[in-house]
C-alpha cells in the first residue's frame, strides 16, 4: 500500500498541523505543557527538500510536510527555543530504515539552514519534532532510534519523551508514530480534526455518521472549505475502499444544508442503515443459494468484515450445531444489529436459537 496523497494536501493547512500537534503531540503524548508554549499564529510552511540525493534519483527521499512553529515566550532567559521545525511524514507501509531516514532529514535540514554562514559557540539549532502519520494494515514495528538498527533493541519505553527538552527525539534521534488503524476509541475527540480524520481511515458503520458529521462541523468556516472539501471526499473513497459504504457527499450543496439544518448525521445514519439493509439481504439471498455449510462460512466472514479480526473464530463453533436455514438466517440478522462481536457471541452461547435447530 502506498501513502495517501491527499494527506500532504490535508496537512498542509496550517489549521490541521495544529490540530495534530495539539491532539496528538499535546494529548495522548503528554506533552500538554511543550503545545501551550507555542505561537500557531506564527506556523509557517518550509520548503521540503531531497535528502538522499537529487530529485530525478529513484533512491532519493524527501520530506512530506515541513513546518515551522516559534514559540511564545522568545524573550526568556533560554533563547536557544526561538522555534520548533514539525517534519511530518505520511506512510502507507512499514519502513524499517524511518529512524536512519529521519535523522537523514533532520542532519540535513541543519546544515541547508546554516548553509553559507557561521555557526557559532553561541548559535544552537532548532529542535525538530518528527511525527510519522501511519495508515497501513500491519501494525508499525519500525526500530525508532538508529542505534535499534545497529544494535540490539534496548528493553523499556521505546519513545522519547517529547516533552523533555534533552530528548533525543528533538535532534532526529527518534520520532513519534500515530498508528491510526490502532488508535484506542477514546482517543477519536470529535473536537478536533486531526483525531477525526485518523479515526476515519478504519471507519466502522457505527462511527462513521457520528465522526463525518463532527468533521464537517469543525471545518465548518469559510476559510477552511477547500480543507473540508477534501476531507470530506477522503473520507468516502476510505470507506467505499474499506467497507463499501458510499457516504453521498458528492452533493456539497446537499450537504451544507443538512448540516445548516441540523440534519447531516442522520442523512449519514439513513445511508448506513439503508446500505446494511441491502448487504443483509443480499447476503441472506446468497447464504441460502449456497447451502448451510457455506452459509456458515458467509456468516463468519460477515462477522469478520463487521467486528474485525477473531470474530469468525469465535463464531465458528457456535454456528457448528446449527442445521436450520431459518436459523442460520437469524444469526445474519443479528450480525447487522449486534453493536460487538462480544453481544452477538452472548446471544447465541445463550442458546437464543434453540428449537430451531
Known amino acids: 500500500m502506498r501513502q495517501d496523497p491527499t494527506f500532504k494536501d490535508i496537512f498542509a493547512y496550517p489549521f490541521m498541523v495544529e490540530e495534530l500537534l495539539?491532539?496528538?503531540?499535546?494529548?495522548?503524548?503528554?506533552?500538554?505543557?511543550?503545545?501551550?508554549?507555542?505561537?500557531?499564529?506564527?506556523?509557517?510552511?518550509?520548503?521540503?527538500?531531497?535528502?538522499t540525493g537529487p530529485p530525478t534519483d529513484k533512491r532519493s527521499y524527501a520530506?512530506?510536510?515541513?513546518w515551522r512553529v516559534p514559540f511564545r515566550d522568545r524573550a526568556e532567559a533560554d533563547r536557544t527555543w526561538l522555534h520548533i521545525v514539525v517534519m511530518i511524514e505520511v506512510q502507507g507501509d512499514v519502513d524499517y530504515l524511518m529512524a536512519l531516514r529521519i535523522r537523514n532529514y533532520v542532519d540535513n535540514h541543519y546544515l541547508d539552514l546554516w548553509r553559507g554562514q557561521r555557526f557559532r559557540s553561541?548559535?544552537?539549532?532548532?529542535?525538530?519534532?518528527?511525527?510519522?502519520?501511519?495508515?497501513g494494515a500491519q501494525p508499525w514495528s519500525a526500530a525508532v532510534r538508529v542505534i535499534d538498527l545497529v544494535t540490539p533493541k534496548e528493553t523499556g519505553d521505546a519513545h522519547p519523551d517529547p516533552a523533555s527538552r534533552r530528548s533525543g527525539l528533538f535532534v532526529g534521534d527518534g520520532y513519534l508514530t500515530l498508528d491510526t488503524l490502532r488508535l484506542a476509541t477514546d482517543d477519536l475527540r470529535h473536537d478536533n480534526a486531526a483525531a477525526l480524520l485518523a479515526g476515519l481511515c478504519n471507519p466502522t458503520f457505527e462511527r462513521l455518521p457520528a465522526q463525518a458529521a463532527a468533521l464537517r462541523a469543525r471545518l465548518a468556516t469559510p476559510a477552511l472549505r477547500p480543507l473540508l472539501e477534501v476531507a470530506l471526499r477522503w473520507a468516502e473513497q476510505t470507506a467505499q475502499r474499506t467497507i463499501g459504504f458510499d457516504l453521498g457527499v458528492d452533493d456539497m450543496a446537499e450537504v451544507d444544508r443538512l448540516d445548516e439544518s441540523g440534519e447531516l448525521e442522520a442523512y449519514f445514519a439513513e445511508r448506513r442503515r439503508a446500505y446494511q439493509e441491502q448487504y443483509r439481504k443480499e447476503g441472506l439471498e446468497q447464504g441460502k443459494a449456497l447451502g448451510i455449510a457455506t452459509e456458515r462460512a458467509l456468516l463468519q466472514r460477515l462477522a469478520s468484515r463487521k467486528f474485525g479480526a477473531g470474530a469468525d473464530a469465535r463464531l465458528?463453533?457456535?454456528?457448528?450445531?446449527i442445521e436450520n436455514t431459518d436459523t442460520l438466517a437469524t444469526v445474519g440478522e443479528w450480525i447487522i444489529d449486534c453493536d460487538t462481536s462480544e453481544e452477538l457471541v452472548a446471544r447465541l452461547a445463550a442458546g437464543s436459537h434453540s428449537g430451531t435447530t
Open 122 to 135: 553561541t548559535d544552537r539549532l532548532a529542535p525538530v519534532l518528527p511525527v510519522v502519520i501511519y495508515t
Open 316 to 321: 465458528a463453533p457456535l454456528l457448528a450445531d
Open 63 to 66: 520530506n512530506d510536510i515541513v
Open 22 to 51: 495539539r491532539w496528538f503531540v499535546g494529548d495522548l503524548q503528554g506533552a500538554r505543557e511543550l503545545v501551550d508554549g507555542l505561537d500557531f499564529s506564527g506556523l509557517a510552511r518550509v520548503q521540503e527538500q531531497s535528502t
